[in-house]
């Protein structure tokens, strides 16, 4: 039976906050995760080829090229993928994707790249139904939790469960049934729902608890979570990071701060917040290592939320934000270079405030400049830091 893959991808991620199927996971991205699976099966024989829907103004440069060629549905028996805009609703973009779906398919499958860990399995599994007979075939997970009828958070009855499951993608119909379906041009939230609205069966297969769609922020977590070493390695729940940052010394004054400890000096340090470039290295090491970006993006100093703030109680927010996404810290190491103050007196004071905050592996160390450039000049204070942390969920 002639199979062609539908895979959308043109969702603007309204509830994650941007455009979820670009976010990488272990490394790939959402979508790329999905044509995957289905350049397999092109591999494999079972589907002849793949229609990409992505959103009108295209997905940028964040998937390979060289997975990706542009060219209408044709005969072509590489498992290129023919990529087409989507529409203002998943029922618009899964027409559109239907639209550059050739003529002589027989059964189509539709996938939504939100889901990154559907199984090839899974996907023969709804194909093989189709292929036997099924006009429509469908993954479902039995419901484990009681469910209620709520209005608001008032409960109006208790639902016996066994009546009811929740669906997944990859969804695989008869090319002419999914067609007249979509003739509606009605927007529900997947297909079968159409193919129930026109009286043709809609049939269930084993669905996969894996198989999770990332709808907000915390899905992503859970998915990275769900990465186990034996997906992707031994070494894989192991992250490096550096961060580096030098502030100018500015007016006359008592002392500067350094890794949250008062330094007396007679110049303090310029900058938005209390300008510890020694905390903000180490911060920038804990957020590059978790891949959550950069100080300026968590704490932008154009914020006056941030100015004069303590930098210790923005390393304490990484801190948690780290924990939230299962890392534990294994260690920072930090060089401070410095003309002036000699730092050596409070090396100890401030691993242990920063320890107290980050739970220690901390280790600070100072150095000269010798007196060359503008460190040596004694126009400012550079720190660089590394950090490595593990995921231990
Ligand atoms: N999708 C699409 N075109 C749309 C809307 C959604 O191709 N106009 C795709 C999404 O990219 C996703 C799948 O349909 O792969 C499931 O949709 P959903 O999880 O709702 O994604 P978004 O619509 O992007 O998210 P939100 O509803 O939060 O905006
Ligand atoms: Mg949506």
């Known amino acids: ?9 043109a969702g603007k991620g309204e509830r994650f906050g941007s455009m979820k199927q670009l976010e990488l996971l272990s490394g790939k991205a959402l ?25 009108p103004d295209g997905l940028g440069t964040y998937l390979p ?26 029922s618009a973009s899964v027409r559109s994707g239907l639209a ?8 189509v499958v539709v996938h939504d790249a939100a889901r990154p860990l559907a199984s090839p399995e899974l996907a023969k599994s709804v194909i093989n139904a189709v292929r036997n007979g099924a006009s429509a075939a469908i993954p479902a997970l039995e419901i484990v939790d009681t ?5 608001g958070s008032k409960v109006l009855r208790t639902l016996d469960r066994t009546h009811y499951v929740t669906v997944q993608t990859p969804q695989a119909f008869r090319a002419n049934v999914l067609r007249r379906a979509h003739e509606s041009g ?22 996969e608890r894996n198989n999770i769609k990332v709808t907000t922020t915390d899905d992503l977590v859970r998915l990275n979570r769900l990465m186990g070493p034996e997906k992707t390695g031994p070494m894989s729940k192991l992250r490096i990071g550096n961060g580096f940052d030098m502030h100018r010394f500015g007016h006359r004054d008592s002392h500067l701060v350094l890794g949250g400890i008062n330094i007396p000096h007679n110049k303090s340090l310029m900058g ?42 923005m390393l304490r927010q990484v801190v948690e934000m ?30 242990s405030r920063l320890s107290e905050v980050t739970g220690g592996g901390i280790n600070v160390k100072a150095t000269s400049p010798e007196g060359m450039g503008a460190l040596g000049n004694e126009e400012g204070i550079a720190c660089l830091a590394s950090a490595l942390i593990v995921m231990v969920a």
């Open 186 to 207: 009605h927007d529900t939230t997947d297909d079968a729902t159409l193919v129930e609205m026109i009286g043709e069966d809609v049939v269930t297969v084993p669905g």
């Open 100 to 107: 550059a779906v050739p003529e002589r398919a027989e059964a």
């Open 272 to 313: 938005h917040s209390d300008a510890d470039v020694l905390t903000h290295a180490v911060i920038d090491a804990l957020l590059g290592a978790a891949g959550l970006g950069d100080i300026g993006h968590h704490f932008p100093d154009t914020d006056p939320l941030w100015s004069g703030a303590d930098s210790i109680e």
């Open 322 to 351: 780290l924990h939230n996404q299962s890392y534990h810290i294994v260690n920072i190491d930090v060089t401070a270079i410095a003309e002036s103050p000699i730092l050596s007196p409070y090396i100890v004071s401030i691993q």
């Open 147 to 151: 469910m209620k009828e709520v209005e």
């Open 31 to 55: 979508t790329e995760w999905s044509l995957e699976l289905f350049s397999r099966l092109v591999e494999d024989g079972l589907v002849e080829g793949i229609v990409l829907v992505v959103p």
């Open 65 to 90: 090229q060289e997975k990706v060629t542009n060219t209408p549905g044709g005969t072509s028996s590489t498992p290129s993928v023919h990529i087409v805009a989507g529409g203002d609703s998943r």
């Open 1 to 9: 039976m002639n199979t062609w893959a539908i895979i959308v991808a």
